[in-house]
């Protein structure tokens, strides 16, 4: 880590399955809320594991010698912030906090069934997630750019060939010359190409 002053850690759901909570992409496809509950439950109860408390040893280790860390995530969880780290992008939003779509008004809480009215204009609320055909959120898209156009390391962790935008990161650390780092269990030549260096390992593994 000495050698980098701009690091990009992008996490996928295989650091959240370590942790016992389930991820599926299918999880409120079709607004049905009832199915994600038991996981916001679970994901409360669980605890960060050994590669989440590591990468914020590492950030907070860049950090002290004035460096820049930023950790891009597409886990909904949490567990990242638990378990200390602080600059943290959520690229797919948060389980735990609900969200107004008629007055953008969102908050974190926990949540129970039936999904309570928005607070301010009475419309129905929603948890803040975006598994289900939304994009990245504007915010979260500017600040994942932002930090990747001036990176000089970028560590994709535990993602596979389908995690969003893994190529797309990778293309925009690449044009900003920082050597790009995979470690995956499950990945392709096709994945491959867009690294400087692959590691086939588990994530717990290589940290």
């Known amino acids: ?43 409360l109860q669980a605890q960060p594991n050994d590669c989440h408390l590591a990468l914020a040893e590492w950030e907070k280790r860049v950090l002290e010698r004035r460096g820049q860390f930023t950790l891009l995530t597409h886990n909904t969880d949490g567990l990242h912030q638990r378990a200390g780290s602080q600059n943290v992008v959520e690229l797919a939003g948060s389980m735990h906090r609900l969200r107004c779509d008629q007055c953008d008004w ?57 995690t969003p935008r893994v190529v797309d990161f990778a293309h925009l650390a690449r044009f900003a010359k920082a050597r790009n780092v995979l470690v995956s269990l499950d990945h392709t030549a096709h994945l491959d190409e867009e690294f400087d260096q692959v590691h086939d390992v588990s994530a717990e593994d290589f940290i």
């Open 106 to 162: 969102n908050e974190d809480k926990f949540w129970e069934l039936p999904l309570p009215a928005c607070p301010q204009c009475g419309a129905p609320t929603r948890p803040d997630i975006n598994w289900f055909g939304h994009g990245t959120p504007g915010q979260a898209e500017w600040l994942a750019q932002r930090a990747l156009r001036r990176c000089d390391l970028f560590l994709a962790l535990a993602v596979t060939e389908t």
């Open 1 to 43: 880590l000495e050698f980098y002053s701009s690091i990009v850690v992008l996490t996928g759901s295989g650091l959240s399955a370590r942790s016992g909570v389930p991820v599926d992409p299918e999880l409120g496809k079709t607004g049905d809320w009832s199915a994600l509950y038991p996981v916001h439950i679970l994901a």
